[in-house]
């Protein structure tokens, strides 16, 4: 996990974003709305310009903020995204609009496993984010694997949770059941035999898995 100093530094790096991008990661710090991590997102977004995914899905749209992002970076994508909250979903229609994005990302609100078919109808996809709930990792991946191609990567975000996957004991009681399951996930993401691996230890933890062409 990277120190704060050094995320202050590579912050002071960064190019100045869009003022609507600055306007939605200052909602989100006051609102305390989880957006991901600049240092993961960085990563990420530079690996799907490599990738060019020309369709990409998204579990967890939150604000629309990595969803805008990546249509910022991947100028070709169609993106389907998904969110259940219903007044996080609102705020990210709005702000999808606002970005000129409405005709390339498809914004949907309900549970993912519920919408599950209409979401499968929009692929195959290139791209898989989940970046939902972390106990439910598993179950979005096994619900959404099968609509990625072959050589299509999943983005896990948040995989090291605040660094307690790593942690003999976790102390806080409400994070046990969570953890465990992201430990799980992770394992499982390792061994795959359909995928190859690596988890980077930025941000809150970034899993890239890239799917075989078996």
């Given at each position: 996990m990277i120190s704060d100093h050094v995320e202050q530094?590579?912050?002071s790096l960064r190019p100045k974003r869009e003022e609507l991008i600055e306007e939605m990661e200052q909602y989100a710090k006051d609102?305390?709305?989880?957006?991901?991590?600049?240092?993961?997102?960085?990563?990420?977004?530079?690996?799907?310009?490599?990738?060019?995914?020309?369709?990409?899905?998204?579990i967890g749209t939150a604000i629309g903020y990595s969803a805008i992002r990546m249509a910022q970076i991947v100028p070709e994508a169609e993106i389907v995204t998904v969110e259940?909250?219903?007044?996080?979903?609102?705020?990210a229609v709005s702000n999808v609009e606002k970005a000129g994005y409405s005709?390339?990302?498809?914004?949907?609100?309900?549970?993912?496993?519920?919408?599950?078919?209409?979401?499968?109808?929009?692929g195959p996809y290139q791209?898989?984010?989940i970046d939902a709930a972390k106990g439910q990792y598993k179950r979005f991946f096994d619900e959404f694997y099968e609509c990625l191609q072959p050589q299509g990567v999943i983005f896990s975000d948040n995989i090291l949770f605040r660094g307690m996957v790593a942690e003999e004991e976790v102390e806080e009681k409400r994070?046990?059941?969570?953890?465990?399951?992201?430990?799980h996930y992770n394992e499982f993401l390792m061994?795959?035999?359909?995928?190859?691996?690596?988890?980077?230890?930025?941000?809150?933890?970034?899993?890239?898995?890239k799917r075989k062409n078996s």
């Open positions: 530094y590579l912050e609102y305390h709305i989880p957006i991901m991590e600049q240092t993961s997102l960085d990563v990420m977004l530079q690996i799907m310009s490599f990738l060019n995914p020309k369709r990409i899905l998204e259940r909250d219903q007044e996080r979903y609102y705020e005709h390339r990302i498809k914004v949907m609100y309900g549970d993912a496993f519920e919408l599950s078919e209409e979401l499968k109808s929009h791209s898989l984010f994070f046990r059941s969570m953890v465990k399951k992201l430990r061994s795959h035999p359909e995928l190859d691996t690596t988890i980077y230890p930025i941000g809150d933890g970034l899993a890239v898995s």
